[in-house]
């Protein structure tokens, strides 16, 4: 019912009005149409979700550097990490190499991770530099390795290097080092031995090897890795089996040893016996090789009767290296130390010659004119004629003449006269004798050294032993 103002109380009056006023429908459309402006507002004024980041994967080479034994043994390709939602390391090559008493590891590994504007990716929120460090942790093990390379190919760019080491060992294992022993880390073969040959040293107890190995090496651009190091002539390898390790020096890269004989004449001094025992066709012999053979020895008299003076001819087995004959490592030339060892003699001599026609020298013979002074009148007395030195089987000195005449010296008389006279005891001995010379290109030479006027020599006469000035040189 209306009011006394003519407005109706009644919710919807009998016309369908809200409060008299509104029509209801007309209400309803207006709070239809308001709440589709809200929901559009709504719907515009809300952020649409962000899309997912786009990734992109690559590959990178990671040294972790040396390892223990325990660590190693769990890696293995397949291991992966993730240090964020967007980022993930996964393991799809495994190079191991000896490092000291560890073992290197290189790692080739699939890095996918968020992919820039500038078409780079974003490994764990940051550019993939060489030379950054990158986690791998599992639930086995962790690890930390720096970047070496970035590049395609899911595997290291590994090959099989030669390569020639030197050392020195203990004879018992250089005698143990042997063709087709590997050397094998975590189960996975690192190296194989191809060749040895081994070399005689001063010391009976030591051998001089030439190892010529197969290395699992990688290349990082141009250049072949092996234990974390390049692999160039003058670095040092370690390779180590169950029963020996070798601590190498690189003599040579990409091919092993090719050996020839190189003929020498060697020089030295030995002790009587051991001089007797060397003979022509004596093999040097290091384990089941032979490394020289001995063609032609000579030995003579010195000064001491237990020691000999001994020239041999070898024929050695050499190999080149930079430009020259090596024997043992060392280079093969005149002045060289060089050892040769049987087991009933040790020959520690200098080279005197080298090439093929190294030889002792032709044998002839030359009269030579001998003086010795202040000679006590006994041991003047004791050196005759026909007496002889003899050396393997030859007559290296003859004594075909001898004059002994008193020494002279000057003395005073009880007057104050100065007077030349005889001396009492001392005698002055003047020899002849033919002896042995080898003729070379720098003239004579009498048990290896120069024989002119003016130089000493020694004889060995069997019951005494002189040591006389040369006076005169004849054919």
Sequence with gaps: MPDSEGTSTELIDDEGRLFGRVNVIDALVV???AAVVVAGAAFVLTDDPAPPPETDTTYATLDVGAQPAYIVEAVNEGDSYSPNDRSTMTVTDV???PRGNDVGVTLRVELEGELQNDGSIAYGDAPLRLGRSLSLNTDRYQLDGQIRAVGDGDGLRVEDTTVVLRDTLGTDDAESVAPGDEVRLAGRTVANVENVTRFPTGDPD?????????????REGDERRFGGSPVRRGQSVRLSTGEYTVNGV???VGSGLDFEETRVVVRDTLPTRDANEIAAGDEIRVGDR???TVEEV???ATNDPNQRRVFLVAALRTYRQD??????GDAVRRGQGVTLSTPAYTVEGRIEQVGEDSRIGSASRRTVTLRMDDVRDDMADAINAGMTERAGGNTVARVTDVR???SLIIATGEDGSVNVVDHPIDRQVTLTADIMVRETVAGPRFKGDPLRQGERVTLDLGTATIRATVVNVSG
Aim: hydrophobic share 40%; glycine share 6%.
């Design 206 to 218: 030591r051998q001089r090897v030439f190892v010529t190995a197969n290395l699992s090496t990688h």
């Design 31 to 33: 709070l239809l149409i």
């Design 323 to 328: 430009g020259s004959q090596r024997f043992g």
């Design 290 to 292: 032979s490394v020289a």
């Design 404 to 406: 002994v005449e008193p």
């Design 298 to 300: 000579t030995q003579f």
């Design 250 to 252: 690189i003599e040579r």
């Design 95 to 97: 190079q191991l190499t």
